[in-house]
């Protein structure tokens, strides 16, 4: 690894810092539109379906646990992509058919890409959840709790025995990214989150991945979030 980084020519290193604070300085804009939009709304948080719907579903099974809904998304995009659509509804996973705009809240939306698997499970906090083509996964979060917001993502991802929890950037007084290690199944995840908390109102945006060293996926999530949400003035 540390040759791999010695013949690596400094332009492109340079390059990957410049694209690393662009990518800050655009999420940090983001996040203030975000909070400041935030503090005025009192409408309830909408939730935006894909055109893909999910009303047509039976109900599954009782076997069928919201752990389990979750844990095939963990699977690669190659045997996700290798399940018939019956198969994938039975988990609510739909393979999105075109870029796709799903709301965050009233005002804020991320970009979705074509290809990728999108699946609500109807959690009580999971908003929703996709994994992209690089096998990366996303998670969004959102609850009302009066507990200490890192206290309250921990607990988010007990099941999963998380580690190695930090902050990694404070973006703003009601922002900031952490760094987190999981395992799924015997297989460790770098995890990075966007963290809002405001008023007892908390968001969690997590990338996961199985593959990603932890610097590269921080760098991955940096670029993703400042160029994938999009933000109503």
């Not at 199944?185 to 990603?212: P, R």
């Amino acid at each position: 690894m540390e040759d791999e980084y010695k013949e690596r020519p400094v332009w492109r290193t340079v390059l990957s810092i410049v694209i690393a604070i662009f990518a800050v300085v655009r999420l940090v804009a983001t996040c203030n539109k975000m909070d400041s939009r935030q503090s005025k709304a009192k409408e309830p948080i909408e939730f935006k379906m894909p055109e893909q719907q999910f009303s047509d579903q039976r109900p599954l099974p009782p076997a069928h646990a919201p752990k389990a809904w979750n844990s095939l998304l963990y699977k690669r995009y190659k045997y996700l992509d290798s399940l018939d659509q019956t198969r994938l509804r039975d988990f609510y996973i739909v393979k999105v058919a075109k870029d796709s705009l799903v709301a965050l809240d009233i005002k804020s939306q991320l970009k979705i890409e074509k290809g990728c698997f999108f699946q609500n499970t109807h959690d009580d906090s999971l908003k929703f959840a996709f994994k992209t083509k690089k096998n990366l996964n996303v998670f969004v979060h959102d609850f009302e709790s009066s507990t200490a917001v890192d206290k309250s993502f921990k607990k988010l991802k007990a099941g999963s025995g998380i580690k190695n929890f930090k902050e990694f950037i404070k973006l703003s007084p009601t922002t900031k990214l952490v760094t987190y290690n999981i395992a799924k199944e015997g297989i460790k995840f770098n995890g990075i989150a966007y963290v809002y908390d405001q008023n007892n109102y908390k968001m969690f945006i997590e990338f996961e991945s199985s593959t990603l060293p932890q610097m590269k996926l921080n760098h991955e999530a940096l670029i993703y979030v400042a160029s994938h949400i999009k933000v109503s003035k």
